[in-house]
């Protein structure tokens, strides 16, 4: 007791510190590494270790030089690349995100509707593929879609055709490897909503004249749009900076951001414009986020 | 406690002429080895109150479900109006719900809520408003049309519910315990409203109850449901008063009943000898049992008198030591003890502020009218 009242006397108290901790981890692995990049973003690239100038210089003399370069920035505009390679990050996201949603809502509804006893199992087959690593399972997608893999050789076999598919280094393997990878993103929020769903406003809406079909649009659809906002962002925000699938399944000319920002940091050892790219990225999907947080805590307040 | 309702005046389940609206028959639903509903038929008038009455897991809102097209019969039929619903389903046929729950749909707001079923029949938009506001002011909610269901209290809800299921002016409104969610005093009002409601629009009830009180109520005719079957329908006070067994007398009411046998069997009188009551119970009619046979008398607690001083006579009185009194303002309850260990439930209405008190262990006489008991022989 005596030791919490002189701790108390500096202003810690347990609640205090309760708060601090997820605030303390924020400052280090986020705002700090942030406040690095930024400061990156603004120097100049240079042929040392690590290969940027410094921003700040003392000169002597009580003065302090900072020389801020906004060359970095001004260069994402002017070469088309990064632009292009953003726009099709997005798009790539994009579409994933749909497909993910178009796959795992159905998943979803499958196992929020089914017994209990089956859901877990479900449930568990959804998670399971995460005892893996990433890289292995796509790894294993390239045994599955190169010209002698799987299912080439299962489709000559059949008969169904003759000549190997060209199917890996394709956009379709990009999106085939992003979709799988991110599916559990979307079917896990989905579920958790669907799950709340009391079943019997499907009756009710049966009751006063809907089939099926249209009880769904009317009353699940949108009762459940905040599962499906929880899981697209789960599913995009990743997705525009994923940097490993189209490396891997993508082919040379999937020209992602995040494999932009590879290039630039390891092949080119330009630091500074790497920076850059992921401030902009950042700046990119920042309005994504608080649309998504304002949208939640507006659904929270809302209802119940 | 039987306030019977107006809304069939006459009886037409008296009349055999009379045309039934509803007509379940031989209705069987099967759960595997379970059968929730066994064999129910049952003929319902238009205009009524028709009240399923039981315990729950008694099959009473599997019936119910039925009826509105959500379980499909294992066999049997139900007739509305004269059509055969076998395959209709629930969003063709034309019977509304009105769902425990409630079931209000979270993102809509009252109006929206009510006028969900005419939007879904293509009314014309002018008609719906002017439907939705009729029937909003109907049950007084004309002021709450923008709120959304989680802003309402839950008779409100309740409300909106009986709105949003009748706005359509279905043919037959189903009601699964209507009243089951509302605090006792709103419910006792509510009862009366639904009545008076169902009486201005000439809609055809039924509604599954477990509460006796409320059926009492509510219903132009109860059914008594047990295991899935009907085990006797009929007005409140047919039910009340006439119970066709132990079960119904026991469910319906609190009720003494004794078993006994029957020593004399005339058409006028019988007599019965109980070793529970140790003593004679005389009944002013004749019954239908087979000689020797044991048999049950059912006495209402109300029915029986409780005196200090010796009644007059042989049949019909035993004497006790009161074991416990509930007082309830309006009445109290005694649990008389009989010497044979058998406990009499005694109710008697305070008439007075200051009525001669019988206490605790006192030595008491208990009686009751020939008429009074009913006897049953399952």
Redesign the interface.
């Known amino acids: 007791m005596k030791t919490t009242s002189r701790l108390q006397r500096f202003g810690i108290t347990g609640r205090g510190l309760v708060v601090a901790l997820p605030y303390l981890w924020l400052l280090l692995f986020f705002v700090v590494p942030f406040v690095i990049v930024l400061k990156i973003s603004f120097s100049d690239i240079d042929l040392a270790i690590p290969p940027y100038k410094p921003l700040f210089e003392w000169l002597g003399k009580n003065s302090l030089a900072i020389k801020l370069n906004f060359d970095n920035y001004a260069f994402l505009f002017t070469d088309s690349l990064y632009l292009n390679a953003l726009l099709n990050s997005i798009k790539v996201a994009f579409i994933s995100t749909l497909l993910c949603l178009l796959i795992g809502y159905p998943m979803a509804y499958g196992i929020a509707r089914s017994k209990p006893s089956t859901r877990n199992i479900l449930l568990l087959l959804v998670i399971l593929p995460f005892w893996t690593s990433l890289l292995l399972r796509v790894y294993a997608w390239i045994g599955l879609l190169k010209a002698n893999g799987v299912i080439n050789n299962l489709l000559i076999w059949f008969g169904t055709i003759h000549e190997p598919l060209t199917l890996l280094y394709t956009p379709f393997a990009m999106y085939v490897g992003i979709v799988y990878s991110y599916l559990p993103f979307m079917i896990l929020p989905l579920y958790a909503n669907l799950e709340k769903m009391d079943w019997t406003l499907l009756e009710a809406a049966e009751d006063l004249g809907c089939r099926p079909y249209q009880a769904f649009y009317k009353i699940t659809l949108p009762l459940s749009r905040n599962g499906m906002l929880a899981g697209s962002m789960l599913v995009f925000i990743p997705a525009v900076g994923e940097f490993v699938i189209p490396a891997l399944l993508g082919g040379p000319n999937a020209l992602m951001i995040g494999r932009v920002l590879w290039d630039e940091f390891f092949s080119n050892r330009a630091w500074p414009v790497a920076s850059a790219v992921a401030i902009l990225l950042l700046a990119i999907l920042v309005p994504f986020m608080m649309w998504y947080q304002s949208v939640q805590a507006r659904e929270s307040a809302g209802a119940r | 406690m039987s306030i019977s309702t107006g809304a069939v005046k006459a009886a037409p389940w008296n009349d055999p002429g009379a045309r039934p609206y509803v007509q379940v028959e031989r209705i069987t639903k099967s759960f595997g080895d379970f059968k929730a509903v066994d064999d129910v038929s049952l003929k319902i008038y238009k205009g009524e109150i028709f009240c399923l009455l039981g315990a729950s897991g008694c099959g009473k809102t599997t019936l119910l479900r039925m009826l509105?097209g959500?379980e499909t019969p294992s066999s049997g039929r139900i007739f509305i109006d004269g059509e055969d619903m076998t395959g209709v389903?629930?969003?063709e046929r034309p019977?509304?719900?009105m769902?425990q729950?409630y079931?209000?749909?979270?993102?809509m707001n009252v109006e929206q809520n009510v006028a969900?079923?005419l939007k879904?029949?293509r009314v014309p938009k002018a008609e719906i408003a002017e439907r939705v506001a009729t029937m909003l002011d109907l049950v007084k909610l004309g002021s709450f049309a923008k709120r959304?269901p989680?802003q309402l209290s839950g008779g409100q809800k309740q409300r909106v519910a009986l709105a949003?299921?009748l706005v359509?002016r279905p043919k037959l409104l189903l009601l699964d315990e209507p009243l089951g969610a509302l605090d006792k005093k709103l419910r006792e009002h509510t009862q009366f409203e639904l009545i008076s409601l169902q009486d201005q629009l000439g809609v055809t009830f039924v509604v599954v109850t477990h509460d006796q009180e409320e059926a009492m109520t509510l219903a132009s005719r109860i059914g008594v449901m047990n295991q899935g079957e009907i085990v006797q329908a009929g007005t409140p006070s047919e039910i009340y008063e006439f119970p066709s067994s132990k079960f119904v007398a026991d469910f319906v009411g609190s009720v003494n009943i004794f078993e006994g046998k029957l020593i004399e069997d005339e058409p006028e009188y019988v007599r019965i000898a109980s070793e529970e009551l140790g003593g004679t119970i005389y009944v002013s009619h004749g019954i239908s049992a087979a000689p020797e046979a044991a048999v049950w008398a059912a006495v209402r607690p109300e029915k029986v008198f409780m005196s200090t001083a010796r009644p007059e006579g042989i049949d019909n009185v035993v004497r006790g030591a009161v074991q416990d009194i509930a007082y309830l303002g309006d009445l109290s309850i005694y649990l008389v003890k009989l010497s044979t260990g058998k406990v009499v439930r005694v109710t008697q209405p305070n008439t007075s502020r200051h009525a001669e008190a019988i206490t605790w262990d006192q030595q008491v006489y208990l009686t009751w009218d020939p008429s009074s008991p009913v006897v049953v022989t399952r």
């Open positions: 509105g959500f389903p629930p969003y019977v509304n719900m769902f729950s079931a209000l749909f979270p993102h969900f079923g879904q029949d959304k989680h949003r299921s359509k």
